[in-house]
């Protein structure tokens, strides 16, 4: 079963999640199938992805979803991994082209220096006017340097936009997406964890606490992440530390679309666009690309989508 952890270190200005998703993942990619399979390439960028965009909306109290999208210049054109409040996800992609053997990030998405990586926050309950929230980072260093890994795009767009010192490890085989996220917390007055202001508390990165707990997650390999339980990974990476570990919570797969959303889409499409496609097919078939859900529309179905409101009332015998 699909787990996420979070757990602080007694007495220092640090905090961390691991998450493993096993069933969850792999229902991913068996939905994904059904579609056509993505190379193996982009099925471990996107199972760290899935795995990084449930760590990070766990981490955040905020009632909508968390959505993280890489997209640039490469064959992967885009690359989608949204998170709910109660922890359930989708992902996908948009392959164009052919996927080198072994590819990293630049090779998929950065080939020409274009690639970006964004982070929207789509509160459920919109109030008028209110649009959600987007933070957008290139997939380079400040020195202008491509960063081959996810998660060094990750640690940067934190401390870019949220300025927190994180540590990302990330992983993902067809069989199980995981990472683990350290990240160090701002120290405030007499309340905070160490009882005391940190020196240099406004400079980022000085916190010797969160320096020592982040050399120790690095030593973590990718086969240890897949392959070991939480228990066992944060015993052997912080045997020193007096870690407190809350109850785990389950992510799980799922997938809001429905027949009505798309019915909206092709709305918004108008009416001679869908004609057409009916006069050349006969009807028009719409597949999610996260789930693999087919959606069929008939001439009868398209013609109550655009019909008057009187018409989806049932005609005029029903207005009274």
């Known amino acids: 079963m699909s787990e996420l952890h979070k757990f602080l270190f007694e007495g220092l200005p640090v905090r961390g999640l691991l998450v493993r998703l096993t069933d969850s993942w792999r229902e991913v990619l068996k ?11 982009l099925r471990a960028l ?13 981490n955040i109290k905020f009632n909508g979803a968390l959505i993280l999208q ?27 082209g052919e996927v080198p053997a072994g590819a990293q990030l630049e090779a998929m998405l950065n080939l020409h220096g ?21 933070g957008v980072v290139p997939l ?46 701002p120290a405030q007055g007499d309340g905070n964890l160490e009882g005391k202001l940190a020196r240099n508390e406004d400079d980022i990165g000085l916190s010797d606490a969160f320096n020592r707990i982040a050399i120790l997650s690095a030593t973590l390999k990718p086969e240890e992440l897949l392959g070991l339980d939480a228990q066992t990974i944060l015993r052997r990476l912080f045997w020193e530390e007096q870690v407190r570990c809350f109850e785990p919570l389950t992510p799980r797969f799922a ?30 078939e719409i597949g999610c690309e996260f789930c693999g859900l087919q959606y069929h529309f008939d001439p009868v179905d398209v013609g109550a989508l655009f019909a008057p409101e009187l018409a989806r009332l049932g005609g005029s015998d029903r207005v009274q």
């Open 70 to 96: 890489v997209f640039g210049d490469g064959p992967v054109k885009l690359a989608v991994a949204e998170v709910q409040p109660d922890l359930s996800f989708r992902a996908t992609a948009k392959l164009i």
């Open 31 to 41: 939905r994904r199938e059904a579609i056509g399979a993505h190379p193996p390439e």
């Open 114 to 134: 274009q690639g970006r990586c964004a982070i929207t926050l789509d509160p459920k309950d919109r109030l008028p006017g209110q649009h959600p929230y987007q």
């Open 255 to 284: 997938c809001n679309c429905s027949r009505e959303r798309v019915g909206e889409m092709l709305k918004g499409l108008g009416r001679e666009e869908i004609d057409s496609v009916l006069a050349e097919r006969g009807d028009v």
């Open 46 to 58: 996107l199972g760290e992805m899935a795995a990084a965009a449930v760590l990070m909306q766990s």
């Open 140 to 185: 380079h260093g400040d020195q202008r340097e491509p960063l081959q890994k996810l998660s060094e795009v990750l640690e940067h767009y934190m401390l870019q936009s949220e300025q927190l010192d994180t540590r990302l490890v990330l992983a993902a085989n067809d069989e199980i997406a995981a990472g683990l996220l350290i990240q160090r917390m």
